[in-house]
């Protein structure tokens, strides 16, 4: 009789301290796998607090937030976009989410049980907003068919195609333009546009023996009925889409008011109606699984109590909403559009020379002159500053340049800006805050930027950020505080309100290219000729 190396008992004790070791030495691999395969999938809302379509400035508060909770826990992210809370509920509560980021309020109480709220990192308030209508402009109409009869470059045609109905939906108490008819005398609903259509063509002055300025031609009056008109067919596209529309209640929608305020600028059509919910928060809502001290609810506690910690919402914050302006100008937004559409083409193939010798974005170029001079090359300061680039002698004559030929202007102040980004390297910035600094510096010098940042960290602060740069710059007007620096007096807070400006003329620029306006026509392809890459966050 043949003996049996094992009995069926000693079998399975070897077979269940088998188990026991491997789950010992992957375990922690094992349950890894489970809780991170398949990827974490994160429902967001279809705005821009999650990824702006039209900023320059990166993905956005929770945008970047998102990304940096991946990158340090190793996760994969699946995003499913909605456009209403309803909606993105009913995905985590069934079990079709694990995440639910942008949104703001207070877990339901039927799901209460299912569902964890994160802490609150951002005040929430939203807006009633209205599209208002004037279909019965036919004037208008004709004119925004007429710019839609050849598709925008880089825009998909079939889709740009399929919202032609949106063509009717215009803006509500904007000027209406009359083209005049062949023989008959100009005319125009607005005096403006009277005016300027009526005028004779222009002589010459006996007196002043100078010619006068000759009156806008029909063509330019049209222009600039439609600066402030949304006749876009993708632009609305993009509308339409952010957010729904009730029809039956004419045309309205709710959203943030921090969405809104990014959007504004680009739909000068829709409108605030009234604001109707205030006094909540953002948050993170995660759906319970299994135990909650493992996986990703763990990991997501630990990775809010991280940002709390080091107050990175803060920083997120004033990187992407900390330029805007508390109210909307709408002249200031029409002035932009003009300058690009009529002066700045003039000015396009030295901006490509020097965007590409120097390393500069063009619309970050664009946005400096703009503040600058509003692209007049015969603007001239109180200080004695000149031209499109508002140079200084002293600083024109170290460049080497004549600071009141524009195209000179254009190289010499793209080079000034280089230098003054070169000299930053040592501080190990990043680069927005870098660019931020070099912007300040040609505003205000170099030594006094320098001052700003000893005195930060004199402070307590890091001197690395320029979140602490805009509070600290301001002081250097102030004796008690210029007294103690290298290079004393300096109008700091010209510099701050400088920066601002040319960081939301940027924001605008970048807008107006992506959404394919035909503002942003020559700066998108000039963008695309250079091939500068838009600084990283």
Not at 259 to 264: G, S
Not at 296 to 312: M, R, S, T
Not at 490 to 504: F, K, L, Q, S
Request: one cysteine or more.
């Amino acid at each position: 009789m043949k003996r049996r190396f094992f009995t069926s008992w000693e079998v399975v004790l070897l077979l269940l301290l088998i188990t026991a070791q491997a789950a010992l030495m992957v375990g922690q691999e094992i349950v890894t796998y489970l809780y991170r395969i398949p990827p974490v999938r994160v429902v967001v809302p279809n705005v821009s607090q999650f990824s702006s379509l039209v900023s320059p400035y990166g993905l956005g508060v929770d945008g970047e937030l998102l990304s940096s909770f991946a990158k340090e826990k190793g996760y994969t992210i699946s995003i499913i976009r909605v456009k209403s809370d309803e909606e993105a509920w009913e995905l985590i509560s069934k079990d079709k989410a694990d995440l639910l980021v942008g949104f703001g309020g207070e877990v339901p109480e039927d799901f209460a049980k299912k569902i964890t709220a994160g802490p609150a990192y951002d005040d929430y308030q939203s807006v009633i907003i209205k599209d208002t209508k004037q279909a019965d402009n036919e004037e208008l109409q004709a004119l925004c068919s007429s710019l839609l009869d050849t598709v925008p470059e880089g825009v998909d045609e079939e889709v740009y195609r399929e919202n032609a109905n949106f063509l009717s939906s215009l803006a509500e108490a904007l000027p209406e333009v009359v083209s005049p008819r062949e023989g008959s005398e100009p005319s125009g609903q607005t005096p403006y546009a009277k005016e300027t259509l009526g005028a004779t063509t222009p002589a010459l002055d006996e007196d002043k023996k100078e010619r006068r300025t000759p009156p806008a031609t029909v063509a330019e009056v049209q222009q600039d009925a439609l600066e402030n008109v949304d006749c876009v067919d993708f632009d609305r596209f993009h509308m339409y889409h952010l957010m729904s529309f009730d029809s039956s209640e004419g045309g309205t929608a709710q959203i943030d008011v921090r969405n809104f305020t990014m959007l504004q600028p680009f739909f000068l059509d829709v409108v605030p109606k009234s604001q109707v919910h205030d006094g909540d928060s953002y948050r993170w809502f995660w759906r319970n699984k299994f135990f909650a001290g493992v996986g990703l609810q763990k990991d997501l506690a630990e990775f809010w109590d991280e940002v709390n910690a080091q107050n990175i919402v803060a920083v997120l914050k004033e990187k992407h909403y900390g330029f805007f302006p508390e109210d909307l100008n709408y002249y200031v937004v029409g002035k932009l559009k003009k300058a690009l559409r009529r002066k700045m083409p003039k000015y396009i193939k030295t901006m490509e020379k020097a965007s590409k010798k120097y390393d500069v974005d063009p619309l970050l170029l664009a946005a400096v002159i703009f503040q600058e001079s509003h692209f007049n090359n015969n603007a001239r300061s109180r200080t004695g500053v000149r031209g499109l680039m508002q140079i200084t002698q002293t600083t024109a004559k170290e460049l080497g340049i004549n600071r009141l030929d524009p195209h000179q202007s254009i190289m010499g102040g793209a080079m000034y800006l280089r230098k003054l980004w070169d000299r930053f390297e040592d501080l190990n910035l990043k680069k927005w805050d870098r660019w931020f600094f070099t912007l300040a510096a040609y505003n205000q010098g170099y030594g006094h930027v320098t001052d700003a940042i000893k005195l930060s960290q004199k402070r307590g602060g890091t001197g690395k950020t320029w979140q602490e740069l805009k509070e600290i710059l301001p002081l250097l007007a102030w004796k008690r505080y210029f007294s103690q620096t290298r290079h004393g007096y300096c109008r700091g807070y010209e510099a701050v309100t400088y920066v601002e400006n040319i960081r939301y003329y940027y924001y605008l620029i970048n807008g107006l290219v992506v959404l394919s306006r035909p503002e942003g026509e020559h700066l998108g392809k000039l963008r695309s000729s250079v091939g500068v890459a838009t600084p990283d966050a």
